[in-house]
């Protein structure tokens, strides 16, 4: 049943109830039947399963089978097994890293039941009860009152002067008030904002009070819909994430198919070439090699240098307000196209404020408004009561009328409380100080039946009649003010004697003098404006989306210069006219939303990501969560949202300021450049140690062994490329477009510098391995070996090659500092990263003690080295930066090139 459109004894009677409400032996047979009142907890992963979960990488499993047959070999040559406590370690410490990154929206369940009212009064078997929310069934009859949050979804049967806020259901920023009356003369599709007559679980009571039957709990109500949209959308992944298990599948297949050709090849030249058969020793020194490839090709160090970057960013943007909870989004902001806005409480302050007036006595006209009027100034200086009537005692206070001193000064004897259906209130009031005693009575409500109560009107401190000309003057005031979505109050006065004897409102509101109009807005945020600016300077789209009303959100919008035509705005029961399909191509058309359901925000946040736009979607309210939660990164409120959009979202907004969003955008986009500079480097690394595996396999010879290129990967790579991440941000960050989704790891030239660098490096290393042979014979005599295995076969050439890989690593990361701006110019500009030299001073100092003292060096199966085989090493590694320097003046030349093209 559609509660709203029935009348109040249509609906008793459907849920078998009455208005005295329940027994207390049938609410307890219904909660049997049904349940308690309170929402589904969604099942937890545990700890365990979230650990062994990072282990389905493909990357992992290359590592864990290399670790296996390392630890074959091991047992079998009676060794000390190395390579599987590195491997293990490295495959460990990644699994805790992935189980730490990931942040879960497990709360939004929980937040959801907290909102709902602990308790709440009820009627069972006549008389007033006082039970847990949780406890409520259909049927019941609850009491409601200013200050109580609703408990459940409930038909309104009677109401006095009640109103509700329900900004975090519909987003609309003033309460509504309530009536009984069923909605007539309307289709069944009622926006929920709409549905006077009913009361929704998680808004709250502010005003007057009220009794309701309990028409729907659990995850039956409107939360509960909500509850079960958060659970069922689909958490998908980041570019990020695309882009790393993209790249994870590309090195997956790269090693196994390296691997499986370099067997291959082994075997059919040890048949065919040396024509010798093949033995156990053959097969696993063959599969030695296949592992030293598996090794090579897998960054084990990447997954840990990106986690760290991005909690290193973390750190800095909660500095600036914005707390990330979810590691990987940090990079998405980088690449955000699209911000679906909420607009109350996001661009707005959801605080209505008065910015306009009309009338010749502004102060009288204020004092009318504070002392007609139930909010109250607190000690403090703030208000309590209903948004409006505390944005009149506010607008009072700015003209410096106290509310306490002028109720002081005039007390309340008499009033005519607010009635929705007159749309006015009235107060009565004893004048204390005056010069002559005597009674006012002040009336506020809204205009064009207040003006209908009017005879006169104030004019240059004189009553004067109320003519045609002026009601129309007032009227046109009205519509101006109207006309930018305020929301306009109306003031009159009349003065008796003595006190009325009467105090009904056909009495009191009759022969009144017109004082003014009050126009209020829930005003937008200062610093708004500068941010759609700067968005729109970074390419990014700023979208309006809220449940308020089509004219308040087009004033809105033009005021922060979001619209220019009105065209562009819709409502959320024209967007249900709109097919998917017409809707998925008009998208581009529509800047602002008004009016919308929950679903509806959903659907636009999935419309905008089916285009292929990376979209973010900011709000406050319960009503944002599943859309937050679809949206490719979600933004909470951290000051006016609810929990439960917090515990959603992915960044929350600690000052709730839309200007922070600019800053962390800025941020991100520094962090994402980072990482791939992190991930160019430890690619070209990567691909170096591949190729020289490569090229001594196919030649017969070791060059690296499996913990030689471990320690490269982790030791020497992982400290420059998680100083690479504290790199600053270039200047021009928010001038650039946002970059594509749709943009792989080696795109925008990273694929071709990756290539030469890595080429680069194995030159280097290869060219330090046959000088350390050569150098091994001028020493020793003897013929040029490749085996690399004993200090007898020459073991200087394996030791220079792997110092000369290390020192080349090291000094490359200095290059990576720009990926085409010159590195040696930064250090003369004076652009100082001290986190990265310290971090290629570390490796440098173990590395050396590795091939300069023995017994480091007899662990890892290396000898030491001579103090020219060092020098030697020391000046090829260093080439890597003028070679690197030379290259970049090209590039930039080339891209200056195409651009004067373009």
Known sequence: MKHYLETVDAVFEELGSTREGLTGAYAAALLEKNGKNKLDEPPKESLIKRFFSQMMDPMIIILLVAAAFSAVLAVVEKGFPTDVIIILTVVIINAVLGVYQESKAEKAIEALQEMSAAMSKVLRDGEQITVRSEDLVV??????????????????????????????????????????????????????????????????????????????????????????????????????????????????????????????????????????????????????????????????????????????????????????RRLTAVETLGCAQIICSDKTGTLTQNKMTVTEHYGDDETLLATCMALCNDARLTAEGGVLGEPTEAALVNYASSLELNQTELAAAAPRIGEAPFDSSRKMMSTVHRLQYTEVPGVRQYTKGAPDELLKKCTHVLRGGEKIALTDKIRDEILAANKAMADKAMRVIAAAYRVYDDAPGSNEPADLEKELTFLGLTGMIDPVRPEVRGAIEECRGAGIRPVMITGDHKDTAIAIARELGMLDDVSHAVTGAELDLISDGDFAERVEDFTVYARVQPEHKTRIVNAWRAKGYVTAMTGDGVNDAPSIKSADIGVGMGITGTDVTKNVADMVLADDNFATIVSAVGEGRRIYDNIIKAIQFLLSSNLSEVLVIFISSIMQFTILQPAHLLWINLITDCFPALALGAEKAERDIMRRRPRSSRDGVFSNGIGTDCLYQGIMVTILTLAAFFLGEYLHIMRYGGEFRFTGISPDDGIEGM??????????????????????????????KGSHNKLLYASTLIPLVLTSVLVLWPPAAEFFSLNTITALEYGISCALAFSVIPIVEIVKVFQRRASLKGKAQA
């Not at 958060?230 to 790249?247: H, N, R, V």
């Not at 290390?806 to 990361?813: G, K, P, Q, R, V």
């Open 139 to 324: 049927g019941d009859v609850i009491i409601l009152e200013a200050g109580d949050a609703v408990p459940a979804d409930c038909r309104i049967f009677e109401s006095v002067s009640m109103k509700i806020e329900e900004a975090a259901l519909t987003g609309e920023s003033v309460p509504v008030t309530k009536m009984i009356d069923s909605i007539y003369g309307r289709d069944e599709a009622v926006p929920l904002g709409d549905r006077k007559n009913m009361a929704y679980m998680g808004s709250t009571v502010v005003y007057g009070r009220g009794r309701a039957v309990v028409a729907a709990t659990g995850m039956d109500t409107e939360m509960g819909k909500i509850a079960d949209a958060i659970a069922q959308a689909e958490e998908g992944q980041t570019p990020l994430q695309i882009k790393l298990t993209q790249l994870s599948k590309i090195l997956t297949w790269a090693v196994v198919g390296i691997c499986v050709f370099i067997f291959g090849f082994n075997i059919v030249m040890h048949l065919y070439v040396d024509k010798e058969p093949v033995n156990f020793e053959f097969a696993l020194h063959n599969i030695m090699m296949a592992v030293s490839l598996a090794v090579a090709a897998i960054p084990e160090g990447l997954v840990a240098v990106v986690t760290i970057v991005l909690s290193m960013g973390v750190t800095t943007m909660s500095k600036k307000n914005a707390i990330i």
């Open 799 to 828: 030791t220079m090659a792997f110092f000369t890989m290390n020192m080349c690593e090291l000094f490359h990361s200095i290059n990576m500092r720009s990926r085409r701006g010159s590195a040696i110019g930064m250090m003369f």
